[in-house]
Nanobody
Framework: QVQLVESGGGLVQAGGSLRLSCAAS????????MAWFRQAPGKERAFVAA????????YYADSVKGRFTISRDNAKNTVYLHMNSLKPEDTAVYYC??????????????????WGQGTQVTVSS
C-alpha cells in the first residue's frame, strides 16, 4: 500500500509556472506507475500525465502536451509535475495517483488504486 501527499499548488498568473510534488510513503514506490489527474469545478476528473515505474516513458493529455512535464525520483519517493505557460483553463484540483499495474502507461482513473488528497491550482487571467 502507498500513501500520497501532494504539495506545490497555489495562485499564479496566466503564462506562469508551478511545480507540483507528490510524496509517497512506503518502500516500494518504484513498483508503481504514477500519474496526475485534475478536476475543475463541475467537471469530471481528467487525466493529465503519466510516467512508468522507471521514469523512462511518459504520456500526456493533448491539452497539456508541450507545457507540462511529469518526472519521478524513486530515491526520494516523489513524482513531480512541472507546469509551464499556465492558462486559466488549467485551474483545477490536481491529484496524484498510483497504480500497481506496470504493463504499460495507464490513463484511466479506474486503473489507479491510490490517490492523494489533491492540491489546488488557480490560474488568473
Amino acid at each position: 500500500q502507498v500513501q500520497l501527499v501532494e504539495s506545490g499548488g497555489g495562485l499564479v498568473q496566466a503564462g506562469g509556472s508551478l511545480r507540483l510534488s507528490c510524496a509517497a510513503s512506503g518502500r516500494t514506490f518504484s513498483s508503481y506507475g504514477m500519474a496526475w489527474f485534475r478536476q475543475a469545478p463541475g467537471k469530471e476528473r481528467a487525466f493529465v500525465a503519466a510516467v512508468t515505474w522507471s521514469g523512462d516513458s511518459t504520456y500526456y493529455a493533448d491539452s497539456v502536451k508541450g507545457r507540462f512535464t511529469i518526472s519521478r525520483d524513486n530515491a526520494k519517493n516523489t513524482v513531480y509535475l512541472h507546469m509551464n505557460s499556465l492558462k486559466p483553463e488549467d485551474t483545477a484540483v490536481y491529484y496524484c495517483a498510483a497504480t500497481p499495474r506496470l504493463y504499460r502507461l495507464y490513463t484511466r482513473a479506474t486503473e489507479f488504486d491510490y490517490w492523494g488528497q489533491g492540491t489546488q491550482v488557480t490560474v488568473s487571467s
